[in-house]
């Protein structure tokens, strides 16, 4: 069982950054692929990125190049920073946790029913 908490969201201004973090409790958070997504006002949750228990990533081609992410073994943390932020990135971020064997590199990743465990959310507001 992997218990997941977002932070780090809030208001912005276009072009602006943000960092999003999200803290695992429980057993073997570094075997998990880490998994962030995104569902706007309406529309449905999308795949924002991924960060394999291998430390692979891949990306939403939306989100390549302003985001990146990266994870902390030992702080139980897996973050995603936002840069060059737009109104069209403002949705409730969500992180999750799936399986070790998940790569990053494989469609099944951006996938929302490849992962098991989900955070709560937090929000992102881009004003332009």
């Known amino acids: 069982q992997v218990q997941l908490v977002e932070s780090g969201g809030g208001l912005v201004q276009a072009g602006g950054s943000l960092r999003l973090s999200c803290a695992a409790s429980g057993r073997a958070f570094s075997r998990y692929a880490m998994g962030w997504f995104r569902q706007a006002p309406g529309k449905e949750r999308e795949f924002v990125g991924v960060?394999?228990?291998?430390?692979?990533?891949d990306y939403a081609d939306s989100v390549k190049g302003r985001f990146t992410l990266s994870r902390d073994n030992v702080k139980n943390t897996v973050y995603v920073q936002m840069k060059s932020l737009k109104p069209e990135d403002t949705a409730v971020y969500y992180c999750?946790?799936?399986?070790?064997?998940?790569?990053?590199?494989?469609?099944?990743?951006?996938?929302?029913?490849?992962?098991?465990?989900w955070g709560q959310g937090t929000q992102v507001t881009v004003s332009s």
């Open positions: 999750a946790a799936g399986r070790g064997d998940l790569k990053a590199d494989n469609s099944w990743a951006r996938l929302s029913s490849s992962y098991d465990y």
């Open positions: 960060i394999s228990a291998s430390y692979g990533v």
